[in-house]
């Protein structure tokens, strides 16, 4: 019932900023815990940033804290990634993630997340 899209990705030169935005399609008005994942070629697939589903409880790893900035409007039914200050090794490609189950606790491991977005290219050059 739940799908997800994300979009905002694109080419960006060392230092500069991208927002990505991930849309919630759902025939509800239940809003869910989120999260921001990321995937480079050849490598796993890590934990960026997670939200719970009011916007209360954030939580960042540490390679974007201070950097990134996660967000969400209700009303809209969307999740944010503001981007700062990013570095080449922010390359990737960014994946958003639904929790179905609101929990007291902030999850930053992907097989916490139910359903996935397709993801959204972000390249930063050098």
């Known amino acids: 019932q739940v799908q997800l899209v994300e979009s905002g990705g694109g080419l960006v030169q060392a230092g500069g900023s991208l927002r990505l935005a991930c849309a919630v399609s759902?025939?509800?008005?239940?809003?869910?815990?989120m999260g921001w994942f990321r995937q480079a070629p050849g490598k796993e697939r890590e934990f960026v940033a997670a939200i719970s589903w009011s916007g209360d409880s954030i939580y960042y790893d540490d390679l974007v804290k201070g950097r990134f900035t996660i967000s969400r409007d209700n009303a809209k039914k969307t999740v944010y990634l503001q981007m700062n200050s990013l570095k080449p090794e922010d390359t990737a490609v960014y994946y958003c993630a639904l929790r179905r189950q609101r929990t007291g606790s902030i999850y930053a491991r992907a097989y916490n997340y139910d359903y996935w977005g397709r993801g959204t290219q972000v390249t930063v050059s050098s």
């Open positions: 759902d025939r509800t008005e239940t809003n869910y815990p």
